[in-house]
């Protein structure tokens, strides 16, 4: 059982429905997501050609950036209104799309860039899971 | 001259368009709602009648996390594809409005309410002119 | 092998020494521990006790902000000069220490709590050892 | 009077002290120079010679993060032990003398980097104003 579980399950605005698992999927997805991303854009950095990387470090840290206020506003788990979750995990499923395409273009390479893709394409499918769920 | 527009001015990848100065006004605008609320959201903590404000201080946390993020991936303009930039400036619009109407029942109570929903009102605008400028 | 250990060993910047393990260790306990106190905070807001646990938000809230900053500001290992990251991780050992403290008040109340508790103390730890370590 | 003056002065925990006009000093010039930080280090990408700018967009990012945790936790004011503002203040304004020297290197040809290294040392000079009055 992980912490987010654990910790959801504690929650004492427990929905109980269906979408909890969802929820927490994709909690565990961005975080893990925002810390590749975040790792990806240093590597890059840290590459000969770093020139030609520009791109894909813009796109990780915009993935990290969006990665991360995802996680933090599914933890608040507004109640009633999912107005903003659903824009929000719409616009964090954009930004892994756009980060794991970019990243694979690299794969071959940077196998950073092949990890990150892995991880960008985990968390594009959770947002998409829970956006089906809400 | 604002620190935003000087950046803006010396960024090598400037577009020229009219969009620079409806973009600097949403970096801006982001930046000040962020710290607006991170501020509300700890004013309301403070108040006696915490237990009513507590849709307030979530609302006020979601926002704050979306301004920063809207903010930093502004800033970084990535270039061609909008996809994202608009996908997350609409999910920032939505928290910016839930914000304000939340404050705004707290706002002849608490001025501290009064205030953030003022720059809620503020960045939400900001947002929907860069979206329609876009 | 976890992902942050995947990135770290695919990193161009690899230092090679036993330093990586604590690193990794400490990256992976800050953001586990950023989740967690997220999480915290806003089941704390959810409780009928509210006003009773608004310390305890605040040093949720502030907890994971430090572990967040510092788990981004590891991920870039500037090279050489050690000093900033030692100033963060020992700030970041202290809000550990604060928010697990604070948490403990509540753990038998509140099972979040108690989780979040468990979390901060190995995020301190992890962050001593990397002290250590440097 | 600006907005962070505004809720300062409508906060219910303020202190009356003199720290208080240190304090705002320091939350503006906080965001002040996460704002441009974030814009140097993408700026910076944006370079021609950007293999040659790396460790000034590691800085930049570094401090971008630091002004921003530093902002949210002072922005929390939280009571009575001042522990955890102190070292983590501490922290930023290492980071912003990395980041401001860094910067000073490149300003002759960048003149992002030009007003990137005024950001921070104002935001230093406002850390450590702080970090005397505390």
Redesign the interface.
């Known amino acids: 059982m992980s912490?987010?579980e654990?910790?959801?399950d504690?929650?004492?605005?427990n929905r109980g429905f269906g979408v909890e698992g969802k929820l927490r999927a994709c909690?565990?997805a961005c975080?893990?997501c925002?810390?590749?991303c975040?790792?990806?854009?240093?590597?890059c950095?840290?590459?000969?050609d770093?020139?030609e990387l520009?791109t894909c470090?813009?796109?990780d840290?915009?993935c990290?950036?969006?990665c991360?206020?995802t996680?933090?506003?599914l933890?608040?788990?507004?109640e009633g209104?999912d107005?903003?979750v659903r824009?929000?995990v719409?616009?964090c499923a954009?930004?892994c799309r756009?980060c794991g395409e970019e990243c694979e273009r690299h794969a071959s390479r940077?196998?950073?860039c092949w990890?990150?893709a892995e991880?960008c394409r985990r968390c594009e499918s959770a947002c998409r899971e829970l956006l089906a769920a809400l």
Request: hydrophobic share 45%; proline share 2%.
């Open positions: 912490v987010v654990q910790m959801l504690t929650h004492p605005g909690i565990e975080g893990e925002a810390q590749v975040t790792l990806c854009a240093d590597a950095l840290g590459e000969r770093v020139a520009v470090v813009r796109a840290l915009d990290a950036d969006l991360e206020a996680q933090r506003v933890s608040r788990r507004t209104d107005t903003l824009a929000l719409k616009a954009e930004a756009m940077h196998e950073h990890v990150c991880a």
